[in-house]
C-alpha cells in the first residue's frame, strides 16, 4: 500500500546515507594510505562496472526481500492447535466466520441460530451451554437470526461446522428431542450424539 511504498522510500535512503558515510571514511583513509604499488585500488578490476549507488540499490533489495521472507515467514497463519472452550460464545457475523475458519481442522464448531424473544431458545442455549462444558473441544457460539439471515420461525437451529464445512444442520433443533424425553440437557445432548455432531469419547 501507500504507507509501505513510502516506509521503503525511507528506508532505502536511511541506507543509502548510511553507505555513503561508509565510502567516505573508507576514501579517506586510502587517501593517507602508502602509495599504491600498481594495483588498482578501490574496486577490482574483475567487478561489474557499476557506481557505488548501483551497488547500493542492488544491496538494499536484497536486504529487503530478505526482510519481507522473513517477515511473512513468522506471519503465515498456523493452524491453531486443539484447544478447549466449554461455553457459548456469542458472535456477530465477523465473529461466526472467525469462529468456524480460525480452529484447528478437527475441530467441530456448532453455531445456535437464536432469537432472543423465544422461550424456546432461552431454554436450547441454557441446555447448551452445560453441553459446551462437557464437551469442551467442540467449540459453541451464539448467533442472532438476524445476523444469519434465517428466518425466525426455524430457531432455535444448528449449523455443525468442521475444517470450515457445514457437515450438518438442524433447524428447530427442540422438535428433534424424541416425544418420551423431557426438554432437558441430557435430551439435546442426545439429539447431538445422534446427530453425530459431538461424540461420547470427547466427553470431559
Given at each position: 500500500g501507500v504507507k509501505g511504498v513510502?516506509?521503503?522510500?525511507?528506508s532505502f535512503e536511511a541506507a543509502k546515507r548510511r553507505e555513503m558515510r561508509l565510502i567516505m571514511e573508507r576514501q579517506q583513509k586510502q587517501d593517507y594510505s602508502p602509495p599504491s604499488t600498481g594495483h588498482q585500488r578501490g574496486r577490482s578490476i574483475g567487478s561489474p562496472n557499476l557506481s557505488d549507488s548501483d551497488e547500493l540499490?542492488?544491496?538494499?533489495?536484497?536486504?529487503?526481500?530478505?526482510?519481507?521472507?522473513?517477515?511473512?515467514?513468522?506471519?503465515?497463519?498456523?493452524?491453531p492447535s486443539k484447544r478447549s472452550y466449554g461455553r457459548v460464545e456469542p458472535v456477530d457475523a465477523n465473529g461466526y466466520l472467525d469462529a468456524i475458519e480460525k480452529v484447528?481442522?478437527?475441530t467441530v464448531v456448532v453455531v445456535v441460530v437464536y432469537s432472543d424473544r423465544s422461550t424456546e431458545?432461552?431454554?436450547a442455549?441454557?441446555?447448551?451451554?452445560t453441553v459446551a462444558k462437557r464437551y469442551p473441544t467442540t467449540r459453541f457460539v451464539k448467533l442472532h437470526h438476524t445476523e444469519a439471515e434465517m428466518d425466525?420461525?426455524?430457531?432455535p437451529a444448528i449449523l455443525a461446522y468442521k475444517a470450515g464445512d457445514l457437515f450438518n444442520s438442524i433447524m428447530r433443533v427442540v422438535d428433534e428431542i424424541p416425544s418420551e424425553?423431557?426438554?432437558?440437557?441430557?435430551?439435546?445432548?442426545?439429539?447431538?450424539?445422534?446427530?453425530?455432531?459431538?461424540?461420547?469419547?470427547?466427553?470431559?
Amino acid at each position: 500500500g501507500v504507507k509501505g511504498v513510502i516506509a521503503d522510500a525511507f528506508s532505502f535512503e536511511a541506507a543509502k546515507r548510511r553507505e555513503m558515510r561508509l565510502i567516505m571514511e573508507r576514501q579517506q583513509k586510502q587517501d593517507y594510505s602508502p602509495p599504491s604499488t600498481g594495483h588498482q585500488r578501490g574496486r577490482s578490476i574483475g567487478s561489474p562496472n557499476l557506481s557505488d549507488s548501483d551497488e547500493l540499490m542492488i544491496q538494499w533489495r536484497k536486504n529487503r526481500m530478505a526482510e519481507l521472507k522473513a517477515a511473512a515467514a513468522s506471519t503465515r497463519k498456523q493452524s491453531p492447535s486443539k484447544r478447549s472452550y466449554g461455553r457459548v460464545e456469542p458472535v456477530d457475523a465477523n465473529g461466526y466466520l472467525d469462529a468456524i475458519e480460525k480452529v484447528s481442522k478437527d475441530t467441530v464448531v456448532v453455531v445456535v441460530v437464536y432469537s432472543d424473544r423465544s422461550t424456546e431458545c432461552s431454554f436450547a442455549l441454557d441446555c447448551l451451554g452445560t453441553v459446551a462444558k462437557r464437551y469442551p473441544t467442540t467449540r459453541f457460539v451464539k448467533l442472532h437470526h438476524t445476523e444469519a439471515e434465517m428466518d425466525g420461525e426455524v430457531v432455535p437451529a444448528i449449523l455443525a461446522y468442521k475444517a470450515g464445512d457445514l457437515f450438518n444442520s438442524i433447524m428447530r433443533v427442540v422438535d428433534e428431542i424424541p416425544s418420551e424425553r423431557s426438554l432437558s440437557t441430557e435430551s439435546l445432548e442426545f439429539v447431538l450424539l445422534k446427530q453425530r455432531i459431538i461424540f461420547k469419547d470427547e466427553k470431559a
